[in-house]
């Protein structure tokens, strides 16, 4: 079994950043993919970003060119670093970790841009 969880979460006005950390106590961390997800109130878990074992990234339409992500192997942690956050961004961020056969979710971090 394993066990993801996630930190960094909060309020913040539009504009700002919020830095999300991912600490992943699961094997082979370092030949996992690594995802983060959100969810909005009543709207479906959407994909956010991944990073490959060996750091390429990918992101999707919405935080391309505002948030990175990254990943130390070495320590089992990833994280997200948001800029430029708007309103719409408001959800719960969830770290995930995926090898053949093991995914785990972690309970999610609240993030919510308001003035």
């Known amino acids: 079994q394993g066990q993801v969880v996630e930190s960094g979460g909060g309020q913040v006005q539009p504009g700002g950043s919020l830095r999300l950390s991912c600490s992943a106590a699961?094997?082979?961390?370092?030949?996992?993919?690594m995802n983060w997800y959100r969810q909005a109130p009543g709207s479906q878990r959407e994909w956010v970003a991944s990073i490959t074992p060996g750091g390429s990234a990918t992101y999707s339409d919405s935080a391309k060119g505002r948030f990175t992500i990254s990943r130390d192997n070495a320590k089992n942690t990833g994280t997200l670093q948001m800029n430029s956050l708007k309103p719409d961004d408001t959800a719960v961020y969830y770290c995930?970790?995926?090898?053949?056969?093991?995914?785990?979710w972690g309970q999610g971090t609240q993030v919510t841009v308001s003035s």
């Open positions: 995930n970790t995926d090898r053949p056969g093991h995914n785990y």
């Open positions: 699961v094997s082979f961390f370092d030949i996992c993919l």
